[in-house]
């Protein structure tokens, strides 16, 4: 039975991709709820029901009341059908119709909801360009999206468990206080006015309250897993009681907007209960006074006292799944601060895959200051023709890192424009352009995966043969064999840790080595790839650095200049500029910028200009 209530909405259900999501809290629901309309219908018919029911026994035990006063010698008689049909439909009939609501509220609708909330919220985020991750914390982005979704789901919960039975129940209490004498309604009205007054007040107050309190508590989680992540430093630095006085002021904040949060829920409580004693005394004691002047009947009293007694304890459930309903839109509204943000960095319309025929770059005056007026890069012009291996060099903040940035298309340039084979490179999907480079980075981190995930993640289709090939020509192979993790997997099912921290940086590298090796692009840059090798194992797999840049058009960056003397060209680069252009042999001659590197440099490494 659960099953077949649990398929009823499929979550990863196809949808359009968009890269201007809804940013408000109405629109973005009503586009994520779309596959759930018709549950919504049905389950909302179903709290109907379920409350006209729980109104209908109320009035019924008003009926027995009246049928007891008829004597007991005849009352079977007259009335034993219509017992057993109750009977019967209290058994059978009642556990149906609330089991179904049940069943759809948390078997289909809560669980599929926050999952296709959560989905599609990482799927949008994973859009976003590597400068949009640049610019906030990585534990404030991972807290939204984990905190948006049971937001959205309670929310929407709230709004069919307790906000449709509600709107029922109390539709129905009035008619049946009407049917019974109409006079009872006034004290009714005269509760339900201030209550519904109470009610928009609290609401007024929760949503930016929570919304305050979801935010500060987001800040905490970002300080937190950004001390996490630094731990090594945190360490190195002996920086325990910065760190902690750092998340002091987060959580402190935390606590103060939690504070004032709970305070409303203080202030509504404390005037439930003095209309709800209000409501009591009201209505109750009416109907005690018809029926002392004959006016009512005993039964009418008995539905009118269980009928208000059900309200006094159904007005607080009502108002906390109401300031619950509003606490969690404050949550999502929160989460839509990261999720609903436009994505920048697209595809042009009708972009192409990229066709590599050759494999030449072509750079024409590319300018890029990262919308500032000076750094990043000016005016850049160069050609890099198939095959063709070219050393990049600069001190640091030169722009190297910056070049290879637009290369990859991490950003839009601001002027000028990239070409391989002579296609712009805003023209082509953006994944075609990034499968056709391999890169090995100096900061090679790895995902805290199995060994094997992270060298097959540069060719997903790759057997075991192909994958161990990479790994014994990074020189990665013999080492792996000898991992063991905590869970006691070996060898390449071993699990790296966060960023690889299980490992040594030289481990690290060579498992990157291996990742960009079995990709086998066309393109390769490598930034700084072996800066974390000790000269033998670097000189071991020299060679297979040789092998593996054969036919293709290769970038390399270093500061250990040695490793890309041997390189077809070299191109230094100043202040964003490109100052010096050509073999390693001739710029020295030229007795410039590169010959006072060479010169300068001491154990192969470059230094910054004095």
Do not use: C
Not at 44 to 52: D, E, I, K, S
Not at 486 to 514: F, H, M, T
């Amino acid at each position: 039975m659960f099953r077949f209530f649990e398929r009823l909405v499929d979550p990863y259900t196809p949808y359009k991709e968009t890269d201007t999501p809804p940013q408000r809290l109405v629109p973005f629901l009503r586009d994520y709820a779309r596959p759930f309309n018709a549950m919504f219908v049905v389950t909302a018919v179903l709290a109907a029901a379920v409350a006209a029911i729980e109104v209908w026994l109320i009035y019924y035990l008003g009926r027995l009341v009246d049928l007891l006063d008829t004597g007991r010698d005849t009352f079977w008689d007259a009335h034993g059908v219509e017992l057993i049909a109750v009977a019967v439909f209290i058994l059978l009939l009642r556990p149906i119709v609330q089991g179904a609501q049940v069943a759809l509220l948390n078997n289909t609708i809560l669980p599929n909801f926050t999952t296709l909330v959560r989905w599609r919220a990482h799927r949008q985020v994973l859009r976003q360009s590597v400068g949009w991750f640049e610019n906030d914390f990585a534990g404030r982005v991972a807290n939204r999206i984990m905190q948006t979704p049971p937001a959205a789901g309670e929310a929407i919960f709230q709004v069919f468990d307790a906000i449709a039975f509600a709107i029922a129940y109390l539709i129905g209490a009035v008619i049946l206080l009407g049917n019974s004498d109409s006079r009872l309604i006034l004290p009714m009205m005269l509760w339900l006015i201030p209550y519904l007054f109470l009610l928009r007040w609290t609401i007024r107050r929760i949503g930016p309250a929570s919304k305050s309190a979801s935010d500060a508590r987001s800040v905490v989680t970002g300080r937190v897993v950004d001390s996490y992540t630094n731990i090594h430093s945190v360490k190195m630095f002996a920086h325990h009681d910065r760190e902690v006085e750092y998340a002091k002021h987060a959580i402190e904040n935390a606590r103060t907007t939690f504070q004032r949060e709970m305070r409303l829920y203080s202030i509504m409580d404390i005037a439930l209960l003095v209309l709800n004693g209000g409501l009591i005394v009201g209505v109750v004691g009416y109907a005690i006074y018809l029926w002392l002047n004959g006016l009512a009947s005993g039964g009418v009293v008995a539905a009118a006292t269980a009928l208000t007694l059900r309200l006094n304890g159904m007005s607080g459930w009502i108002m906390w799944a109401v300031s619950n309903l509003f606490q969690n839109l404050g949550v999502v509204a929160e989460g839509l601060e990261t999720i609903g943000q436009r994505v920048q960095l697209v595809d042009s319309p009708g972009a192409e895959p990229l066709t590599i025929v050759q494999g030449e770059v072509r750079i024409d005056g590319l300018s890029h200051h990262y919308g500032r007026a000076a750094g990043g890069l000016d005016h850049i012009n160069l050609t890099i023709p198939p095959g063709q291996k070219v050393g990049l060099v600069g001190a640091s903040g030169a722009g190297k890192s910056s070049l290879i940035k637009l290369l990859l298309r991490f950003y839009d340039a601001e002027q000028g424009r990239i070409l391989i084979d002579g296609q712009d490179i805003r023209d082509v999907t953006q994944d075609s352009l990034r499968r056709a480079i391999g890169m090995v980075q100096q900061d090679s981190s790895l995902l805290h995966r199995s060994v094997r995930d992270n060298i097959v993640y540069g060719r997903p289709d790759a057997d075991e043969n192909a994958m161990i090939a990479a790994a014994r020509q990074a020189a990665a192979h013999d080492f792996i064999l000898t991992l063991e993790d905590s869970e006691g997997r070996r060898g390449y099912d071993a699990l790296v840790g966060e960023r690889g921290v299980k490992l040594s940086g030289g481990q690290r590298q060579r498992i990157a080595l291996a990742r960009v090796i079995l990709k086998d692009a066309p393109i390769l840059i490598l930034d700084e790839a072996t800066s974390a090798l000790d000269s033998e194992v670097e000189a071991s797999i020299q060679s297979s650095l040789v092998t593996m840049m054969q036919g293709k058009t290769v970038i390399a960056v270093a500061h250990r200049l040695s490793t890309i003397a041997r390189m077809d060209r070299i191109v230094v680069i100043h202040d964003g500029r490109i100052v010096e252009d050509g073999t390693h042999d001739s710029l020295l001659a030229q007795n410039g910028r590169y010959a006072q590197f060479w010169a300068r440099q001491s154990g192969g490494f470059l230094g910054d200009d004095t």
